[in-house]
């Protein structure tokens, strides 16, 4: 598991994924493209168009509302000039006009001095300052990728580690065959959205490809369908595939809630060990199951716990009694 | 742990067939090998995780090894890599 660390992003790439999601519009062609923007934060410009560049937090997208361009067109051609000016010597990434408004042709001037791009949207300012500031957040946010599998299984996301060739992606396989939903095999990029929340997909060259030992690679969506496949899902389960090791203990009542770690994230782990006769596809639906009904408030382990200990307070002497008292002359 | 940096030189890079290769010969070992490309780390015995690298003429990779016959490892898979996977 490796971390993935994003310092910066280009205003091209910012471009490109922009355009057609948020109806980003260029005035510059590729003018400033190769300038990085380097945090998820936007600054409205007001204050430094109006001379006051202390503390202007440069390095961020600038954003030009209805105020900036108000304000700027109040003023006369020279001045309208010099202010942007006073804005294009700092090391800005880029600039974005809200409300399909189109850039002041000083703007256009200084854009080719400066080598900065200027960008249009549609939006209004608060629309665009939230789609914007949603998606820079999320191409800043800590990445890993990991080797193991990713399987939707009856809507809960159970990702599958263990050594190689140990069988991950052949339980992928036959869970898919079974109708659930493949996320990723090999690779699954890791993406923590939020304090106690990861988010998995896989890579875009291997999407939904898989490798299967002795046969090679098999596309899972073109043999199985679209509904075979989903792009992205909350890992919410860890399966660890273990050769099964005579001297490793493994739980045997399940109110020992084991968790591991990825990212900081605590989630719940199985070691699972690979024995002769032991369907895994079987017993990872049961996984998934099994942690439904716990979300929804019922712990099996826990009621067999209680069940027996309500058992040793009666304590009649006798250890079980049969399951029912009577078979009512029912012999079927 | 035995880590190397090693570059693809021949001029298809990284592609299909070397890929296999290189997977089929990290497997003969026990060690575990991981390859990582800029942001990237990924399991050096999974094909997908290889081709995934889409690692062109002149790309850089560090390689890890981590295991007993993690030198033996080391060297045959760095021979690989140098001799262009026996590409021009």
């Known amino acids: 598991m490796e971390l993935i660390n994003r310092d910066h992003i280009t205003v091209e790439f910012f471009f490109n994924r922009t355009k057609d999601k948020f109806k980003i519009t260029n005035f510059t062609g590729e003018r400033g493209f190769t300038r990085k923007i380097k945090e998820p934060n936007l600054h409205r410009p007001g204050l430094a168009l109006a001379g006051f560049v202390d503390l202007f937090s440069y390095s961020r997208i600038q954003i030009f509302g209805n105020t900036e361009i108000r304000y700027l067109q109040s003023l006369d051609s020279g001045k309208r000039r010099s202010a942007l000016e006073g804005l294009c010597r700092f090391d800005i990434p880029c600039m974005i006009i809200s409300n399909g408004i189109e850039p002041f042709p000083e703007m256009m001037e200084l854009s080719e001095i400066f080598d900065i791009a200027i960008f249009g949207s549609p939006d209004n300012t608060t629309r665009l300052n939230f789609f914007i500031s949603d998606f820079l957040n999320d191409q800043f946010l800590p990445q890993e990728s990991i080797h193991g599998s990713l399987i939707d299984v009856y809507g809960v996301g159970i990702l599958f580690t263990g050594q190689s060739s140990v069988g991950k992606s052949e339980v992928a396989l036959d869970l898919v065959e079974r109708g659930h939903r493949l996320v990723a095999d090999d690779v699954v990029i890791a993406t923590k959205k939020g304090e106690g929340l990861l988010m998995g997909t896989g890579t875009d060259i291997s999407k939904h490809f898989m490798e299967i030992r002795g046969l090679g690679l098999i596309n899972v969506e073109k043999i199985f369908g679209i509904r075979s496949i989903r792009y992205q899902k909350r890992i919410e389960v860890v399966v660890n595939l273990e050769i099964w090791d005579a001297n490793a203990e493994y739980t045997r009542t399940g109110l020992d809630d084991s968790t591991t770690t990825i990212m900081e994230v605590e989630l719940p782990y199985v070691r699972l060990p690979i024995v002769p006769g032991k369907n895994i596809t079987v017993i990872t639906e049961v996984i998934a199951l099994n942690y439904l009904l716990k979300h929804y408030g019922y712990d099996s382990a826990k009621v067999f716990q209680d069940r027996l200990a309500r058992k040793l307070k009666e304590a009649d002497g006798k250890s079980f009694s049969r399951g029912i008292d009577y078979f009512e002359h029912d012999f079927e | ?88």
């Open chain 2, 1 to 88: 742990m035995v880590k190397r940096k090693v570059k693809i030189v021949n001029r298809a890079g990284l592609h299909t067939r070397p890929a296999a290769m290189l997977v089929k010969i990290a497997s003969k070992y026990k060690s575990q090998f991981f390859i990582s490309k800029d942001d990237y780390r990924i399991n050096g015995k999974s094909i997908i995780g290889v081709m995934t690298l889409a690692a062109a003429q002149g790309t850089e990779l560090d390689l890890d090894f981590d295991g007993a016959d993690e030198h033996t490892m080391a060297d045959e898979i760095c021979v690989f890599f140098e001799r262009g996977f026996e590409e021009t």
